[in-house]
C-alpha cells in the first residue's frame, strides 16, 4: 500500500542518438548530398525528411525508391560509411548540455540509457569517439528490436531494461518519429528539436525543449 510518506518511485531516461545527444543530423544531409551527387542527383528537405530518424535500411530504401536507383541498400550503406567517415574526426560534437545533464543524472543516480535506430557497430562508435560510452547502463540499436521506430518496442525495452515502468521513463527525442515511438510506448517524451526537426509535429510530448540544458527539462527530471 502506498502512503503520503512513500518516495516517488524512480526515473529512468532514455536517450536518442543522432541529433539528441550528437551533433549527426548536421553532418548527415552532407553526406546523402554526396551520396546522390556522386548519382546525378540531388537531397531536398522533403526526402531528408522522410528518411530522418528511421533505420538506416529504411531510410535508404527511401533514398533509393524517392530517385528510383539501382544501388542496393547494401552498396549505399557501404558508401554512406565511407562518406561519413570522413566528416567524423573534424566535425563530430556533443550537443549543448549533453555533458552536463549526463553529470547531473550520474550525481542524482538516475539510470540512463541511449536507444538508437542506428546500427549497433555505429552506436559504439561515436559513443566511444566523444568518451561516452560508459555513461549508459546499455545502449539499445536496431538489432534489438524488430520493427524500428516509431514503433514503440525500443523504448519499452529500455525501460524494462533500466528497471522501471514505461510511464516512469523520460525519452529525449529529436524527432517527430522518435517521439511517436515514445508517446506509443506509454512514456514521459521530451522533444529537443534541431534545427532539422524544429517544423516536425511533437503532439503528445510532455515537453519541447531549448536543449539538453532547458532548466524545464531538468525541472522535469528532478535535477532542480
Same mark, same amino acid.
Given at each position: 500500500?502506498?502512503?503520503?510518506?512513500?518516495?516517488?518511485?524512480?526515473?529512468?531516461?532514455?536517450?536518442?542518438?543522432?541529433?539528441?545527444?550528437?551533433?549527426?543530423?548536421?553532418?548527415?544531409?552532407?553526406?546523402?548530398?554526396?551520396?546522390?551527387?556522386?548519382?546525378?542527383?540531388?537531397?531536398?528537405?522533403?526526402?531528408?525528411?522522410?528518411?530522418?530518424?528511421?533505420?538506416?535500411?529504411?531510410?535508404?530504401k527511401t533514398m533509393?525508391?524517392?530517385?528510383?536507383?539501382?544501388?542496393?541498400?547494401?552498396?549505399?550503406?557501404?558508401?554512406?560509411?565511407?562518406?561519413?567517415?570522413?566528416?567524423?574526426?573534424?566535425?563530430?560534437?556533443?550537443?549543448?548540455g549533453a555533458v552536463?545533464?549526463?553529470? !547531473?543524472?550520474?550525481?542524482?543516480?538516475?539510470? =540512463?540509457? @541511449? %536507444?538508437? $535506430?542506428? &546500427?549497433?557497430?555505429?552506436? #559504439?562508435?561515436?559513443?566511444?569517439?566523444?568518451?561516452?560510452?560508459?555513461?549508459?547502463?546499455?545502449?539499445?540499436?536496431?538489432?534489438?528490436?524488430?520493427?524500428?521506430?516509431?514503433?514503440?518496442?525500443?523504448?519499452?525495452?529500455?525501460?524494462?531494461?533500466?528497471?522501471?515502468?514505461?510511464?516512469?521513463?523520460?525519452?529525449?527525442?529529436?524527432?517527430?518519429?522518435?517521439?511517436?515511438?515514445?508517446?506509443?510506448?506509454?512514456?514521459?517524451?521530451?522533444?529537443?528539436?534541431?534545427?532539422?526537426? !524544429?517544423?516536425?509535429?511533437?503532439?503528445?510530448? =510532455?515537453? @519541447? %525543449?531549448? $536543449?539538453? &540544458?532547458?532548466?524545464?527539462? #531538468?525541472g522535469l527530471l528532478?535535477?532542480?
Open positions: 500500500m502506498t502512503t503520503s510518506a512513500d518516495p516517488a518511485p524512480r526515473l529512468a531516461v532514455a536517450f536518442d542518438l543522432d541529433g539528441l545527444l550528437v551533433n549527426t543530423e548536421d553532418i548527415y544531409p552532407d553526406v546523402g548530398a554526396e551520396l546522390l551527387r556522386r548519382r546525378g542527383r540531388s537531397l531536398g528537405p522533403d526526402l531528408l525528411d522522410a528518411m530522418m530518424g528511421r533505420p538506416q535500411a529504411v531510410a535508404l533509393i525508391e524517392w530517385h528510383g536507383l539501382s544501388d542496393t541498400i547494401e552498396t549505399l550503406s557501404r558508401e554512406t560509411r565511407e562518406i561519413f567517415v570522413g566528416f567524423l574526426d573534424a566535425r563530430l560534437a556533443a550537443l549543448p552536463t545533464l549526463l553529470d !547531473r543524472l550520474a550525481t542524482a543516480g538516475v539510470p =540512463r540509457c @541511449v %536507444a538508437t $535506430s542506428s &546500427a549497433p557497430d555505429y552506436a #559504439h562508435d561515436i559513443l566511444a569517439r566523444l568518451a561516452l560510452a560508459d555513461r549508459f547502463a546499455c545502449v539499445l540499436t536496431a538489432h534489438d528490436v524488430e520493427r524500428g521506430k516509431p514503433d514503440p518496442a525500443i523504448y519499452r525495452l529500455a525501460a524494462e531494461r533500466l528497471g522501471v515502468v514505461p510511464e516512469r521513463l523520460v525519452v529525449l527525442e529529436d524527432s517527430h518519429v522518435g517521439c511517436r515511438a515514445g508517446v506509443a510506448a506509454g512514456a514521459v517524451v521530451v522533444a529537443v528539436p534541431g534545427d532539422h526537426s !524544429r517544423s516536425h509535429d511533437f503532439s503528445g510530448v =510532455r515537453l @519541447v %525543449a531549448d $536543449s539538453l &540544458a532547458d532548466p524545464r527539462l #531538468h528532478g535535477l532542480g
